[in-house]
């Protein structure tokens, strides 16, 4: 048996060109959709360019034209959706809907990978609006592509690195802070982090194993569960600098969220629900699923302070 053929919806997002790369890079034979929609956006178009100049394959297709998304999911083995999640007022995730339906009238795809790549949807019953339409989503796509009896792979990577390491899990920036950093309650609440190019490594494991059929895989790599002082620790030991801490309560952050944007209150949601609750970590992995870095024991996963070096 060779390896799957995959296409990648979503690829020139920030998680999808990840992926894209880690599909190249194992030597599966690579599609990558290229949406009509992308008009003028040239950024898009010169990374699909780079795309197809590293070996993929380009395929013109649209979320607006069903047959388009059928003839896509027919040339490959296994689909890998990475649309975005919140967007100003609307929220994109169930346009995945459409995608779903083509996958079931194709009929060809022996896995499906839909857009997950965070907190386990199926753990967050209780979220906070308006956070939770992100895991009432996820849940709505998982109900889809199951009563289709889709072949699928659900990836739960915890915080992207990008969003959550550089900035010391401080909201509202991507870089350290200077002087004065926010703790979370008390800052001991373990959490997840995951290098990008190491949640798309871990994914690209998972599709042509048995063993994550019809599982959720969280990547929760034992040296990567963290406290956010465990972070702020190792920032101050690599930087040469002590930070000032205070303490942001629960309630406070909560009560931050009158004032912001849609996608700052979704945000917000998210990060209670991490970094008070400890959504990632408060629950043993069970019989549905499988932690990444005990499937793939030979993928030396990167750790926080050494990704945290291309901030000093
Ligand atoms: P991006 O915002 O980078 O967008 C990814 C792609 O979505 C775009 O490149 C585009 O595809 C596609 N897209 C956007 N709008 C539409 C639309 N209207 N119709 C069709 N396609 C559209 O996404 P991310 O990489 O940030 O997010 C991917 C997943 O990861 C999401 O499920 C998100 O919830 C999750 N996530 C998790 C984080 C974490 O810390 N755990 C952090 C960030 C995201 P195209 O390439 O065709 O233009
Ligand atoms: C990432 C963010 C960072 C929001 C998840 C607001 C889905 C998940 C860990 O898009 O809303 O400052 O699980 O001010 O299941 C965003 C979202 C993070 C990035 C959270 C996410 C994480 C989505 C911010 C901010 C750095």
């Known amino acids: 048996m060779g390896k799957s053929k995959v296409l990648v919806v979503g690829g020139t997002g920030y998680l999808g060109r990840r992926i894209v790369k880690a599909s190249l890079g194992e030597g599966h034979e690579t ?28 395929v013109q297709a649209s979320f607006s034209d069903h047959r388009s998304l059928v003839d896509a999911v027919k040339k490959v083995d296994v689909v ?11 929220h994109n995730l169930l346009v995945q809907l459409k995608l779903v339906q083509a996958i079931k009238d194709a009929g060809n795809v022996k896995r499906f990978l839909p857009s997950e790549f965070g907190i386990d949807p199926a753990r967050m019953g209780h979220a906070l609006e308006p956070g939770r339409v992100t895991f009432d989503e996820k849940m709505e796509v998982r109900k889809a592509i199951e009563e289709a009896n889709i072949p ?3 990836i739960s990577a915890n915080c992207f690195a990008g969003y959550f390491v550089g900035n010391l899990s401080q909201m509202g920036t991507l870089l350290p802070p200077k002087d004065k950093v926010l703790l979370y309650g008390d800052g001991n609440v373990k959490v997840v982090y995951m290098d990008e190019d190491d949640i798309a490594t871990y994914t690209i494991k998972t599709i042509d194993d048995p063993r994550t059929l019809n599982k959720t895989v969280y990547l929760r790599p034992p040296q990567n569960i963290l406290s956010q002082r465990d972070l702020i620790d190792k920032w101050e030991k690599l930087s040469g600098t002590q930070l000032e801490k205070s303490s942001l309560s629960d309630k406070d952050l909560l009560a931050s969220m009158k004032d912001l944007d849609y996608a700052s209150q979704v945000g917000v949601g998210h990060f209670y629900h991490i970094f008070y609750e400890g959504c990632l970590t408060n629950f043993e992995i069970g019989e549905d699923g499988e932690e ?21």
């Open 152 to 154: 699928f792979t659900y």
């Open 31 to 58: 599609y990558v959709v290229q949406r009509p929609e992308i008009g003028l956006d040239i950024e898009k178009l010169q990374i699909l360019l780079s795309f197809k100049n590293q070996g993929a394959h380009l």
């Open 80 to 90: 890998i959706c990475t649309m975005s999640g919140v967007h100003f007022r609307t």
């Open 292 to 312: 990444a870095s005990q499937l793939y024991p030979e993928v030396n996963y990167t750790r926080m302070d050494e990704y945290l070096k291309i901030y000093l």
